[in-house]
């Protein structure tokens, strides 16, 4: 099987694992709550799905190959007015994957949930991850275009080449899936090392 074949076989297999996680939480129905238990479970599935996806991108993106850096032209600063000073906030962080407006700041979140164990959980979260994946495997080219510039200035500012583990508990996905995820590892260590040492 070729890359591109394994590609597209992959993306095939996370769509499916998708159906089926929207399946057993009737995501379809947009709930406002699910049981706690339920969404621990099939979170833990999306956590998967969502890491196997970012690395058939980080694959693909790899395959397009590398933009090369542009020069940009010499500017120079504009004149403030006077009494004028630039203010900067620090960025939130955002995890990769989650819906633009789900952003994490450091230090915001509660030690404890406020939710007792027994008790239903918002969905809100859960399924905003759910549609961000859903917009990411219904065109993963334009994604993986914008991860090969991203991979691209990480060489320019001489980072070491990533390194990529295998995927923690592996065993509980589909077969299929089980065997993309087995294999993306080597591939993508073999596509990085040939683009840091042909830079």
């Known amino acids: 099987m070729s890359n591109p074949d394994f590609i597209n076989q992959g993306f095939e297999q996370a769509r499916y694992a998708l159906t089926n996680i929207i399946g057993m939480t009737n995501a379809q129905l947009q709930p406002k709550t699910l049981p706690r238990s339920l969404k621990q479970r099939a979170s833990g599935r999306l956590s998967q799905l969502e890491t196997i996806v970012r690395r058939l991108l980080y694959l693909m993106a790899l395959m397009l190959g590398l933009p090369e850096r542009q020069?940009?032209?010499?500017?120079?600063?504009?004149?403030?007015?006077?009494?004028?000073?630039?203010?900067?906030?620090?960025a939130q962080r955002r995890f990769a994957l989650s819906a633009k407006k789900v952003a994490v700041a450091t230090g915001a979140l509660p030690q404890k949930m406020p939710f007792r164990d027994g008790q239903p959980i918002p969905a809100a979260p859960f399924l905003?991850?759910?549609?961000?994946?859903?917009?990411?495997l219904k065109d993963p080219d334009t994604h993986a275009k914008r991860l090969a510039h991203a991979i691209a200035r990480q060489r320019e500012k001489g980072e070491p080449v990533p390194h990529v583990?295998?995927?923690?508990?592996?065993?509980?996905?589909?077969?299929?899936l089980?065997?993309?995820?087995?294999?993306?590892?080597?591939?993508?260590?073999?596509?990085?090392?040939?683009?840091?040492n042909t830079s």
């Not at 993508?188 to 683009?195: G, K, M, S, T, V």
Request: overall charge positive.
């Open 178 to 196: 089980g065997i993309v995820s087995a294999a993306l590892p080597g591939m993508i260590r073999a596509r990085l090392q040939d683009a840091w």
């Open 165 to 176: 583990l295998p995927l923690a508990s592996a065993f509980r996905l589909r077969p299929e």
């Open 71 to 90: 020069v940009s032209r010499q500017t120079y600063p504009r004149q403030l007015p006077e009494g004028a000073e630039i203010v900067s906030f620090p």
């Open 128 to 136: 905003a991850r759910l549609a961000a994946l859903y917009r990411v």
